[in-house]
């Protein structure tokens, strides 16, 4: 299951193919949509939860880790990283076009003899 943890009217801008609007905030609540509670450690089911960037999403995947469910992935690039990968993927009214990010260059050490 993916979950968009932003809120609605920002959801209905843009956002992840397939994806379910649950607006992070009311995860203190306690109110959840039927179907998160439908994939709450269950067996071969996955939670994978976004917002714009990770940072947003750390908090809220805590929060819900803290109410008891173990089986939830934080996108790390949130919805903006997946938007510069993966442009097609996103739908809505106004979707945005990401840059894609300049990669940054590892440097291997190597060994001077």
Same mark, same amino acid.
């Given at each position: 299951m993916l979950i968009d943890l932003r809120e609605p009217e920002e959801y209905e801008q843009f956002?992840?193919?397939e994806a379910l609007n649950f607006p992070g905030f009311r995860i203190k609540t306690d109110k959840f949509i039927p179907q998160l509670y439908g994939y709450k450690n269950k067996e071969n089911k996955i939670i994978v939860l976004y917002h714009f960037d990770e940072k947003k999403g750390i908090d809220y995947i805590t929060q819900l880790f803290e109410k008891g469910f173990d089986n939830l992935f934080l996108l790390n690039t949130g919805?903006?990283?997946?938007?510069?990968?993966?442009?097609e993927g996103l739908e809505g009214k106004? %979707?945005?076009? !990401?840059? $894609?990010?300049?990669? %940054?260059?590892? !440097?291997? $050490?190597?060994?001077i003899d």
């Open positions: 956002h992840i193919r919805i903006e990283g997946f938007g510069q990968e993966i442009p106004s %979707v945005p076009s !990401f840059e $894609k990010k300049e990669e %940054v260059k590892k !440097f291997k $050490k190597t060994r």
